[in-house]
């Protein structure tokens, strides 16, 4: 049979019925958001902004925040979100399992909860049972499927991160300042596909970090990837980014901006 050769069309997209406002440099659910900061970059406070700011996700955009983190009942920085979520000070496979069992049993799937779920500082205690892989794993490529439009990990130390998590990430904050070079290496070599190189990622991530508390956020969902200083600035799309702008002599942050967040709403 001859004739004009058959042509791949694209699927017709379905469409989105969820118009909770939501400002659009912020991760739109579901979302995995890994974020990769040390002690003492405020973390805490990154947290609690996206969850209690209403310039952020706020108090009511998730039916229900669940929160596991060890010092969840230490931090003072926390205190207000340990108001308003159901937390846990240690980690277990028996209460994610709940977790998950209730929200499954809603035949109705328009009638489940909306969930932010937060695993704070405790990536290191994943250990699946019996030689099995741990429960984690298989939720960060299951948790749309349960309702959680919100998985938040946080974790210390990149390295640590399994890379069935690392892969299934959506979106990523890598926070500063970041004392340890083999980690900041390790996530330059390995983002640095997206965006151009190792080189080009580490230009990208020193342009979005120039101050204390500054952090590198970077939206993987976008085809090519986009990197923003904090929420507020867009610093690079994909490979044509920062260090390649300056490297061509036109760097103009006009080609670049997007809609700022108001950053003295946020303090």
Known sequence: MEGKPPEILPVKSLPDNDDRPL??????PPALL???SPI?????????NLLLNSNFFGQ???DETIVFSPTIHNDKTSRFLRKA???YDT???????GIIDDQSSYEDKSMRPSIALILDDIIGVFKGKGGREPMINSLCSRFRHYGIDLLLMSSQNYRRVNPVIRSNATHMIIGSPFPNVKELNKIFEEMGDSFG???NMEAIYRKATPNKYDFLYLDLTENPPVAFRNFQEKIAVGGQGYADIVAKGNF???????????????Q
């Open 23 to 28: 400002h659009p440099n912020l991760p739109k």
């Open 34 to 36: 890994l974020m990769i």
């Open 40 to 48: 003492r970059t405020g973390k805490s406070t990154i947290i609690s």
């Open 60 to 62: 009511d955009y998730f």
């Open 85 to 87: 979520a159901t937390c």
């Open 91 to 97: 980690y277990s496979d028996d209460t994610l399992q």
């Open 197 to 199: 190189g190792a080189l």
């Open 252 to 266: 103009n942050m006009g080609e670049v901006k997007d809609t700022p967040i108001d950053e003295k709403k946020n």
